[in-house]
């Protein structure tokens, strides 16, 4: 019988080396745990990076990883996954790596619906290349590239991933150990491609960004931590989440004097889970938790080889295939064979 890892098994011999006080590091914690508790095989576990302070984590993992290229981790996950559909594979990224540069091959990622995990580091700011800000950053932000505070509009990564057709999509706190190893673990047990934000701190160029709902005055009524079929309520069970009908919208009400306005959570409601991604403190608590969870579709690989079964015949040595050539003959006649 195999000996049950633990969560120091997948930590790696290498030397962590991000700012003292970062985020990541309580990130990487979680996620080892959360490789233990779900059972995972080092031998068949993948993680996959591009460009910025998150993606050195294949580095702190004891499995296989690759560090690849600015925003295109996806890309490289997306041929891993087709090559072997049995790896376990994860995708690190950031705000920038991921939304910016990388927007294009995240968003056919989960389009795409690929088997694997993806982690979306945000603090809103580049935190490599010394601050500027990125495509998350809030209007008004302060940086090296806007000194005189960011005029952009900022991306919200949840609606992102709902436009791009996202089945899966969760949020998670960098320091909330209990609810990022939750979402991770839910994350893990998802047939496609999942999408869990995670808030992080940036110590030295956007520290504190967060402050508004995670300040431990302030969790109880600046979260809501959403479970599936349970009421959506916050600060202490008494404010709940109801619908207005003439707006459209969320509005917020009295829990105990309201029970019944009360909104339960429900993973499959793609409506529901628009008006929790857009909601934002101070008028509203920071939905946290899986938001969106739609089984059943297939993924992407498992749908290219039910069209194409032959293709997981791999019988042929890797050193042959890297020596075989494809050309194209062209008889006289001018038709390709």
């Known amino acids: 019988m195999s000996t049950q890892l633990q969560a120091k098994d997948f930590a790696s011999s290498q030397e962590v080396r991000w700012c003292p006080g970062c985020g990541d590091y309580a990130v990487l914690k979680s996620v080892t745990r959360a490789l233990a508790d779900v ?4 031998e068949k576990t993948v993680f996959v990076s591009g460009i910025g302070c998150a993606a050195r984590f294949p580095y702190y993992v004891e499995t296989y990883g690759f560090h690849t290229i600015h925003g295109r981790a996806p890309a490289i996950a997306t041929g891993l996954k087709l090559a072997n559909p049995e790896l376990d594979v994860w995708v690190v990224t950031g705000d920038g790596d991921g939304l910016s540069i990388g927007g294009n091959h995240l968003m056919h990622a989960l389009r795409r619906n690929v088997g694997f995990k993806i982690l979306l580091f945000n603090n809103e700011v580049y935190g490599l290349t010394k601050g500027q800000y990125s495509p998350t ?6 940086s090296p590239s806007s000194p005189n505070g960011s005029f952009d509009t900022p991306i919200l990564p ?47 160029y956007n520290d504190g960004v967060y402050n508004s709902f995670t300040d431990r005055d302030k969790e ?13 309520v916050f600060d202490n069970g008494t404010k709940g989440l109801a619908f207005d009908a003439p ?9 105990h004097a309201n029970p019944n306005e009360v909104l339960r959570h429900d993973e499959n409601n793609r409506i529901l889970a628009q008006l929790l991604v857009t909601m934002a403190p101070p008028e509203f608590p ?15 690989e498992h749908a290219y080889y039910a069209h194409q079964p032959t293709k997981l015949e791999r019988t042929a040595r890797v050193a042959d295939v890297l020596r075989q050539t494809s050309l194209w003959r062209v008889p006289p006649d001018g038709a390709p064979k």
């Not at 999408?195 to 701190?201: K, L």
């Not at 707006?247 to 829990?255: F, G, P």
């Open 39 to 42: 059972g995972a095989v080092p």
């Open 137 to 142: 950053s809030r209007v008004g932000t302060r």
């Open 158 to 204: 949840g609606t992102f991933a709902l436009g791009a057709g996202a089945k899966f999509i969760a949020r998670a706190i960098d320091v909330d150990k209990d609810g990022l190893g939750k979402v991770l673990a839910a994350a893990h047990g998802f047939e496609g491609a999942s999408f869990v934000e995670i808030m992080q701190n940036c110590i030295v």
């Open 220 to 232: 109880a009524s600046a979260q809501i931590h959403v479970v599936h079929e349970e009421p959506l």
């Open 247 to 255: 707006t459209m919208s969320l509005k917020i009400v009295d829990a």
């Open 286 to 300: 920071m939905a946290l938790g899986v938001i969106l969870r739609q089984p059943g579709s297939p993924s992407f």
